[in-house]
């Protein structure tokens, strides 16, 4: 069964230096007749692309690839600007971490908000909250708010959130290096089970030793473009021969 697909998915995005550009220059410009339009750059371009459910998938590529674009696109945090995409079943983004937090409101509260987005009922992310602060460690700050707590803290919680809910498809994006050692282990045992199951897990990584080791198939983003897919392995060697063609 499909769990993921995108036709024809492209995405233009804004560059950078247009997003510092202040709101008094552009009026400013506007006025001396200067004013140009913002910079525009396709970060995907045009990707036909179908998961099925269980599949476990590497997704590897430079810096810039669009690795992490394509990731907010399945999760519906950005809309394509052409093309369609479906997808089956709940999604769990662990993607910025922490990005669907409100820093004014409690841990607490925060669980069960992110459960409502995730299209959980108030009643059983309530029955969670406990095990989703043992898990993160945070036992202590459930009255805490949010902006309170320090990088890793948000990260264990946003970690212990998406993988408590047991998601259909559940995506990563460099997420396992959160924490320190012992709760690494943690991440990698419960990790493990997802594995093990039904889930869809969809991974960015620049670890390719994890993504040949866990996953059964990759895919290669280069430059918006879908350069291979397959099995991880192959996937892997044909980047790493390619960067390595590149640099010499």
């Not at 960015?204 to 895919?219: P, T």
Request: glycine share 8%; hydrophobic share 40%.
């Amino acid at each position: 069964m499909e769990a993921i697909r995108l036709n024809q998915v492209s995405l233009w995005r804004r560059t950078q230096e247009e997003f510092s550009y202040d709101f008094k220059k552009t009026i400013l410009s506007i006025l001396e007749g200067k004013y140009r339009k913002a910079a525009k750059r396709l970060v995907l371009d045009n990707l036909d692309l179908v998961i099925n459910t269980g599949d476990k998938i590497g997704i590897i590529g430079a810096n810039g690839a669009g690795k992490s674009t394509l990731l907010k696109v399945i999760c519906g945090i950005l809309a394509p600007t052409h093309g369609s995409l479906k997808t089956r079943g709940i999604i769990a983004p662990l993607i910025e971490l922490g990005a669907g937090f409100d820093g004014e409101l409690s841990v607490f509260d925060n669980i069960i908000l992110y459960g409502i987005m995730l299209g959980f009922s108030k009643a059983e992310m309530r029955g969670r909250a406990q095990s989703i602060l043992d898990f993160a460690e945070l036992q202590d700050y459930a009255l805490v708010p949010v902006k309170g707590l320090s990088s890793g803290m948000v990260a264990r919680l946003g970690f212990a959130i998406a993988t408590d809910v047991q998601p259909d498809i559940l995506i990563l994006d460099e997420v396992l290096s959160v924490g320190d050692e012992s709760f690494k282990n943690k991440c990698q045992k419960r990790m493990s089970k997802f594995w093990n199951e039904n889930t869809t897990v969809l991974v960015v990584s620049h670890d390719l030793e994890f993504v040949k080791k866990s996953c059964k198939q990759a895919i290669w983003l280069d430059k918006g473009k879908i350069k291979f897919i397959g099995k991880a392995e192959q996937a892997v060697d044909y980047y790493l021969n390619k960067s390595s063609n590149i640099h010499h």
